[in-house]
């Protein structure tokens, strides 16, 4: 991703307002034909798929059979389907029937026939293969020894984008080092589950083998409906099965399905989430959604992307927590269009297509929009790009899924376990905790847990996070910690000193898919951020912060600090920030330390800097900071970001946290950002540390400049944190 010239800044610019943007306007497709024999060619594929010839026995223990078999499974992969199908791929309608007019693909429809097949592939580019089918590329890994009574819950992982494929979640031992320990196909088959791996449709390798259609960036009016014609494909086996005096091959619990996945697949989770009843496409099996894990994942997919900073956790007059409006027509994201967060999302996109690599089969109509965005501001009142953001918000984010919402309040419960993140600044914290306050809201003993920390897109990551610590030197669980008198103790090792995510998703699956084990806490956990500027001897570099708990959200952070900034500055489009460059996630994903750490020095011209006196006393920063900036303007369409440092006594300052806040006056004139969010973290300031805040409209390359030239008149500035009291702590190392 390094320099490339003008041409390629202008092509990567096409290519990330293509993935921010599209699904606009339209595209040729082949004619379309009724389909009639597609479930029953599904399981017929099924067949093939389980034949003893594509299926191995495997030992998850370490993945080496020759040395004796202690964690037997079977995995079943009947290789690549060619850029046509071909035999070696699932069928799939290439697009369903919408039940009213307004666009309903709740629970399953069925294959859409005829013309309205042809009016989908032409609008939304689908490229079938042939009359309304593609192909997806799917390995099944199944279990061995005894069947449970009522059958084997399913596990469902999605990958990521944009190169992602079925292997992203695929392993041949327990123990893969990172958020793969204790958390893949083989760890959930060796201990009796089935587990679908597939690729997305349209996501292919560096021969354009895969999946074939086209990328539909989670549409639940293709991936969601995909997923769950694939599952009922296995309810249908079985029944056809039964029905011939066969013994089942599957043999699943229709009614135990757990949806997972983190990134792209995390929202993938939240929209099966809203959407967890159907039947299967050939027998009619009632199929239902038992538990789900969205990870790090979006929930309004056009404030990830493109974020206004209208978002509020809890309103600062009465400290009561906000619920945004989940109507898509009255979205708080599209009030107005945000800032593109230009370095990632170009980064992303370009990987996306890249030749010779894994990548995805992104639409025709991308490009399109593309050079809509590249041609920047204004956006609001533009058309197309109206257009582009109602897709986004009705078919790509869970939030807005108003039939989910009246059926929680109806009483429906599908237990979700929420792995929200710190740090990421593609898809940060509020991303969960909004999906997360209503439900708490509407229900408020819905049974969900969530785990906040620093991991995930351009951020620490840290196996000690994902994994279980074990022994006095904190390593992490070995198969040998988990070995006691010549046996296998997978549920827990006896030299564990902490319990990582997996195990607290395990425990979570294992209770609502597998009745196993006690009902998990509905609570919060999350861990401060450590990194080399704050790490110490207890707390190393390596491994998460400290760890705290509370019965909620609100709960966890329910103190109060608020830092107040007077003085005089000014902000411009026109100034050259001198931090922007070297806190750019991009560039700091490059570099050893994912923190942001730099000496306390102007950030130059144009860019507003505050400095605090000196803490008295030490203080946990748990949750998502609110902002009050104090500012004249004659501009009317302008954005403002904040970076929010810790300044050390070395005079070194780390980034804490970041945020964006977008103005539209003409089109949205009462909205304004004198107050708004952050991003938010779990942090903790040693007594005498100082705040630094950093108000810049040239916060770039991370968020794009804007093509509407304006300044900010500033007289101050305040900040407000939400503060763990001590009690909360639950470090293992105290």
């Keep these: 991703m390094g320099g490339r010239g003008s041409a390629g800044v202008a092509g990567r610019l096409l290519l990330v307002g293509a993935l921010i943007l599209g699904l606009s306007s339209f595209a040729t497709a082949p004619p379309a034909s009724a389909a009639p024999g597609l479930p029953s060619d599904g399981v017929a594929a099924m067949s093939s798929l389980v034949a003893d010839g594509n299926c191995r026995r495997l030992d998850a223990a370490d993945g080496d059979t020759s040395n004796g078999v202690r964690l037997p499974y079977r995995f079943c992969d009947d290789g690549v389907p060619a850029t046509d199908g071909g035999d070696k791929a699932i069928p799939v309608p290439a697009a369903y029937h919408s039940r009213a007019s307004g666009g309903d693909w709740r629970g399953l429809p069925r294959p859409a026939r005829g013309d309205e097949m042809a009016r989908k592939a032409a609008r939304d580019d689908l490229r079938p293969e042939r009359g309304n089918r593609i192909s997806l590329d799917v390995d099944v890994t199944l279990p061995v020894g005894r069947r449970p009574k009522n059958g084997r819950p399913v596990i469902v992982f999605m990958h990521g984008c944009c190169g992602g494929n079925k292997t992203g979640w695929e392993s041949d031992r327990i123990s893969t080092p990172g958020e ?85 697949g995390g929202g993938f989770a939240w929209l099966a989430l809203t959407d967890p009843t159907w039947r299967s496409p050939l027998h009619d099996v009632r199929m239902k959604l038992g538990a789900v894990v969205p990870k790090y994942g979006w929930t309004d997919l056009a404030e990830a992307l493109v974020p206004g900073g209208h978002y509020r956790d809890r309103d600062p007059r009465t400290g009561r927590t906000v619920i945004a409006p989940s109507d898509p027509k009255r979205a708080v994201s599209r009030r107005p269009i945000g800032v593109k967060k230009e370095s990632i999302v170009d980064g992303l996109y370009a990987a996306g297509n890249a030749p010779g690599t894994n990548h995805a089969t992104f639409p025709i109509h991308l490009q399109e929009a593309a050079a809509r965005l590249s041609a920047g501001e204004p956006y609001d009142g533009d058309p197309q790009l109206k257009r582009v953001v109602n897709d986004f918000l009705n078919n790509r984010s869970a939030y807005f899924q108003r039939p989910f919402w009246q059926r929680v309040r109806r009483g429906m419960r ?321």
Aim: hydrophobic share 35%.
């Design 180 to 264: 793969k320990w204790h958390h893949s196909n083989a760890w959930f088959a060796a201990r009796g589950y089935v587990v679908i791996t597939y690729t997305a449709r349209g996501f292919v390798n560096a021969n354009d083998e895969g999946s074939t259609g086209t990328t539909q960036l989670d549409s639940r009016r293709y991936e969601i409906n995909d997923y769950q014609y694939l599952v009922g494909l296995l309810a249908d086996h079985d029944a056809m099965r039964r029905r011939s005096g066969r013994r089942e091959v599957f043999d699943i619990n229709p009614r135990r399905i757990g949806a997972v996945g983190g990134s792209y």
């Design 414 to 734: 599908v237990p979700a376990f929420i792995a929200a993140t710190w740090t990421d600044p593609l898809f940060p914290t509020m991303e969960s905790v909004r999906f997360y306050n209503k439900l708490k809201r509407i229900s408020p003993r819905y049974p969900m847990q969530m785990y906040l920390g620093d991991y995930q897109h351009f951020a620490a990551n840290k196996n000690k996070e994902w994994s279980d610590m074990c022994g006095g030197d904190h390593h992490v669980c070995t198969l040998e910690d988990h070995t006691a008198g010549g046996r296998l103790h997978l549920e827990r090792a006896p030299s564990r000193v902490r319990k990582g995510i997996n195990s607290r998703i395990d425990d979570f699956l294992d209770h609502h898919l597998r009745n196993r084990g006690p009902a998990p806490p509905r609570d919060v956990s999350a861990t401060t951020t450590i990194c080399a500027a704050n790490a110490t001897a207890k707390h190393p570099v390596d491994e998460p912060g400290i760890e705290y708990r509370a019965p909620s959200w609100r709960a966890l952070g329910p103190g109060e600090a608020r830092f107040s900034f007077e003085g005089d500055g000014m902000t411009s489009t026109a100034a050259v920030d001198g931090h922007a460059p070297e806190s750019d996630p991009v560039f700091r994903d490059r570099q050893a330390n994912k923190c942001h750490t730099t000496a306390h020095t102007p950030p130059g011209p144009g860019v507003v800097q505050y400095t605090s006196e000196p803490t008295p006393r030490r203080m946990t920063l748990m949750g998502i900071p609110s902002m009050k900036l104090n500012f004249t303007t004659d501009a009317t369409d302008y954005w403002i970001a904040v970076r929010f440092y810790d300044l050390a006594p070395d005079d070194r300052m780390t980034m804490v946290t970041r945020g964006v806040c977008r103005v539209n006056k003409v089109s949205h004139p009462k909205i304004g950002c004198h107050r708004f969010d952050l991003f938010g973290n779990g942090w903790r300031f040693g007594a005498g540390h100082r705040i630094v805040l950093e108000l810049s409209q040239a916060d770039s390359p991370f968020l794009r400049k804007d093509n509407v030239p304006s300044v900010l008149d500033f007289s101050g500035a305040a900040i407000t944190l939400p503060l763990a009291p001590d009690h909360l702590e639950r470090d293992f190392r105290s």
